[in-house]
């Protein structure tokens, strides 16, 4: 469920006219809807409301400082993947102490920073993090709080590129040589064990695979308590998908439900790691149609957004809704949706069926919340999209529009030329 919708024939961003923000603050525009951002967490909070929980924000879905404080203000905590994620968490006014850090690749500077800064615990990916996470620690003369991330080789049924639990992914360790993992780890002085962690895949529309995978890491917490390891945490990852057509996922409640019964016994607290789920419907791209085409038997309609500044419908082949942001009733044409970058790869919609849109128009690409500005570049030298955040009747510039001194910023050119 989300705050956009027709009023009056017009797009609303809930009480205010998407034309009236792409008047204020020009297009591709990004338009979050905070009531809809809300609405996503504090569902989240009350499905889990009778268990111990802390729901730690996949900052990469959506990293603006507004949406991390958003969530922060609810009482969310963060999951993050690099250092740059956790300067922004801390920043945007996220507890160190509900700060989550997985990845496969931490280097010694971003352990660094995040023992520093006191989070919650690692999830290690690999024995060689191991030893480094102690090591680092050891310098400090800290103790590491980790977590192990498992692969429950689970195949949770989703694109290939944002499947992460099987055997052939790069994520976390086989969930049979965790174990020998945790023995490991309890001999090294710098580690302290808190927490278990598994995080399957993304826009996952079953509630099957996270019982199936909370299952098999049941059993091996059960195996670590016969060997005097003790978790605090489970965290059992993100990826609860969203509709983006037709898509019937579960919502958060009817993933608890399921969940909440396996989970009541064991005395831990769960942490989620929603991206996707929390921001994905709450945003809209917007987009200005620069020019209508005829090509070989099909037509194009040329908008001044592009693959830079969306890159899901070509990289993963996935499909948005395009909507007009003024209902008309013109004849209905076929067209590709295309930006003007130069590669055939650039199209935000193929083979749509929409009222032929003039010169100017505007188009709303929807569910464009999660991995649209935050896999955004610059490609074809495009200054990056402003992102805007919809309160009621107010609304909030919360990222400026880059300008094309920004595209050289940091750039110099060696004196010899
Ligand atoms: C990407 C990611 C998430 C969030 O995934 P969504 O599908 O956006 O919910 C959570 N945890 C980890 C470790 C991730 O890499």
Do not use: W
């Amino acid at each position: 469920m989300h705050y956009f919708g027709y009023k009056k024939g017009g797009l609303y961003a809930e009480e205010v006219p998407v034309g009236k923000l792409t008047e204020a603050y020009g297009t591709p525009l990004f338009i979050y809807s905070y009531r809809t951002l809300r609405r996503h967490f504090l569902a989240y909070d009350k499905a889990f409301g009778k268990i111990p929980h802390i729901i730690c924000y996949a900052l990469k879905a959506n990293p603006n400082s507004a949406i991390i404080r958003t969530f922060a203000s609810h009482g969310g905590g963060a999951d993050i993947v690099s250092g740059g994620e956790l300067y922004r968490a801390l920043k945007a006014g996220v507890d160190p102490r509900k700060i989550v850090y997985a990845g496969v690749g931490k280097t010694v500077e971003e352990i660094r920073f995040a023992l520093s800064k006191g989070i919650l615990m690692f999830n290690m990916e690999s024995d060689q993090e191991l030893i480094e996470i102690n090591r680092v620690a050891s310098l400090m003369k800290k103790k590491a709080p980790v977590a192990l991330r498992v692969n429950p080789d689970i195949d949770p049924k989703t694109h290939p590129y944002i499947s992460t639990g099987m055997k052939e992914h790069k994520f976390g360790v086989p969930i049979e040589d965790a174990l020998d993992f945790y023995m490991q780890a309890k001999k090294l002085k710098n580690l302290e064990i808190v927490g278990i962690h598994a995080h399957i895949g993304s826009q996952i529309t079953e509630v099957t695979p996270f019982v199936d995978a909370l299952n098999s890491i049941i059993l091996l917490i059960k195996g670590l308590g016969e060997n005097g390891i003790n978790v605090r945490y489970l965290d059992i990852g993100g990826g609860l998908g969203i509709r983006y057509v037709s898509e019937e996922p579960p919502m958060p409640s009817d993933l608890a439900s399921e969940l909440i019964p396996i989970l009541r016994d064991m005395s831990v607290t769960v942490i989620i790691e929603p991206g996707r789920s929390l921001v994905g419907n709450a945003g809209i791209f917007v987009t200005k149609v620069i020019y209508t085409k005829n090509g070989e038997g099909k037509e194009f309609i040329i908008v001044d957004g592009a693959m830079n500044d969306l890159i899901r419908p070509t990289l993963y082949g996935a499909f948005h809704n395009i909507i007009p942001v003024r209902k008309n009733r013109r004849k209905k044409i076929l067209a590709d949706i295309v930006g003007p970058i130069c590669e055939s790869g650039d199209f935000l919609g193929k083979a749509r069926n929409l009222p032929r849109p003039e010169r100017g128009e505007l188009l709303a690409v929807m569910s464009s919340g999660a991995y649209g500005f935050s896999m955004s570049s610059n490609y074809n030298s495009r200054p990056r999209a402003a992102e805007v955040l919809v309160n009621g009747e107010r609304h909030y510039l919360i990222k400026k529009r880059e300008n094309l001194n920004d595209l050289i910023r940091g750039e110099s050119i060696p004196g010899f030329l």
